[in-house]
């Protein structure tokens, strides 16, 4: 079942997609990897939605990925004494840590590490951006502000700080508990919310230990400025477009979208475009052409994914939407344009071995017009690092290891295939030349490049490229 377009979809689950037969219907329609968003999904659903991924995976006897998103801390007021209450401009506002029940001049700001870490000049966002404040003076446990942007406030209104560096973890109680759940789940993605700086990323690692891999969610303006050493440690990114819309000037966020994409790809990590891309298929079965265009400029970039959240989990139209997303990412494939972008990006390999045979790969096959290249990967690295090439042949990713190519499900362009362990290289070389024929990659004659490591199943050695000919048999010669 082979994708005729390179980016691939990530479709979040929820009330209108968790059946079988709906999952059945979105990976069909085009979904490679499904999100379960642990903010609406209880431990007991969690472990049923990857139930029903599988079955659908052992259906169609393809690998899918299915990646995990904590809620991440969540940052809320207390309550006001008498219902809602209206703050006006130039009025100021008060946030200490009294739990008395608050009013049109004051409220709790259950949230200690906040109150000690506020500076005089810091803004802070209440209620997703509808109000803003600004920090002017600070005494212990009390933070004393400005209103800049007034509006209503009632109970347990969301609290973000776009300045401010707080000392917390991006793990809270929940996220601890719900990460132990899915990993035993056996998911293969976590997506970290809310993240600050790469020592949150460390921290899930210490819990996951490589029983899934970690994706970090930049949506925080403090993450932004730390983007290179969050990317050195996390295995992906997550381009957050929701709540980083609220922290930082909406304008911003499409510079930093290509900025974060064009970092992944350096890195050779996988880059996730989310947030609003089909948004108004939650109730219309046409997008608009502002979301055509932004699905279509996310492809453009060379996004490894972009992704679909209440448009699949809870919309009127999920299989329309991936159907859509699907046609909109192979219109722009097609495009010459398309694979001219993604040279014109292309920088130098860097001073590694696995690099330098990646880059010389991809020019032998664009050079030789060969008909694919065949990545042999136990750990992912080899294909990650080809991906990152971005060439015009397809990539064929082939493991022994299943939760490896359920990983790579989300890699550009990457066709992920389940090849069992072999030790000998040219009967390896031979069966992998036998299933790019028949996964209908390859026809017969067609010449292949392989790249691995050798020897067999040494994860990150990547050390060989081999040209093969496709034979009669369907093997290689």
């Known amino acids: ?179 132990e759940a899915a990993l035993d789940a056996g998911i293969d993605w976590v997506a970290l919310s809310f993240i600050q700086r790469p020592e949150d990323i460390a921290e899930a690692k210490k819990i996951t230990r490589g029983r899934a891999l970690i994706m970090a969610k930049i949506e925080k303006p403090q993450a932004v400025h730390r983007l290179a050493e969050i990317l050195d440690i996390a295995d992906a990114l997550m381009v957050a477009r929701g709540d980083l819309g609220v922290e930082m000037p909406l304008e911003k966020v499409p510079g930093v979208q290509k900025q974060m994409t064009r970092a992944a790809r350096l890195a050779g ?4 475009v989310a947030t609003q891309m089909l948004e108004s298929m939650i109730t219309s079965p046409v997008p608009t052409r502002a979301e055509v265009s932004d699905v279509a400029n996310a492809v ?101 290891k299943l939760e490896t190519v359920r990983r790579l499900s989300i890699l550009w362009d990457a066709h992920c295939v389940y090849m069992e362990d072999e030790k000998d290289l040219d009967l390896t070389i031979k069966r992998a030349c036998s299933i790019a024929y028949r996964e209908g990659i390859v026809k017969l004659g067609q010449r292949v490049i392989l790249v691995a490591g050798v020897p067999l199943g040494t994860p990150g050695a990547t050390n060989m490229v081999r040209i093969a000919y496709i034979s009669d048999d369907g093997g290689a010669d």
Request: proline content about 7%; overall charge negative.
């Open 300 to 400: 453009y970039e060379g996004a490894d994914a972009v992704m679909l959240s209440a448009e699949s989990a809870a919309g009127a139209h999920p299989i329309l939407a991936v159907e859509t997303m699907n046609k909109i990412a192979e219109e722009v494939e097609r495009e010459s344009e398309y694979f001219e972008g993604l040279a014109a990006q292309r920088l130098a390999p860097e001073a590694t071995g696995a690099d330098a045979i990646s880059a010389a790969a991809r020019q032998i096959a664009e050079t030789l017009d060969l008909a694919a290249i065949l990545c042999l990967t136990s750990s992912g690295a080899t294909a990650m690092r080809v991906a990152r090439e971005r060439p015009k042949p397809p990539i064929i990713a082939l493991s022994p």
């Open 1 to 179: 079942m082979r994708r005729l377009r390179r980016a691939k979809i990530v479709a979040t689950l929820g009330p209108a997609s968790s059946t079988v037969e709906m999952i059945t219907r979105l990976f069909e329609a085009g979904a490679d990897v499904f999100r379960i968003n642990m903010s609406h999904t209880s431990h007991d659903k969690m472990r049923e939605l990857v139930a029903a991924i599988r079955q659908v995976e052992t259906d169609h006897e393809r690998p899918i990925g299915i990646l995990v998103d904590l809620q991440g801390p969540k940052l809320r007021l207390g309550t006001f004494a008498n219902g809602p209450v209206l703050v006006a401009n130039g009025e100021r506002f008060t946030l200490d840590a009294d739990p008395a029940p608050g009013d049109a001049t004051r409220v709790y700001l259950p949230h200690p590490e906040i109150l000690a870490a506020a500076q005089p000049g810091h803004t802070l966002l209440l209620d997703d951006g509808k109000v803003k404040l600004v920090v002017e003076a600070t005494q212990p446990n009390t933070i004393v502000t400005r209103v800049v942007v007034g509006g209503k406030l009632s109970d347990r209104k969301g609290v973000s700080l776009p300045d401010t560096t707080v000392p917390f973890s991006a793990l809270a109680e929940k996220d601890r508990s719900d990460l």
């Open 269 to 272: 990590k996988p880059v996730v």
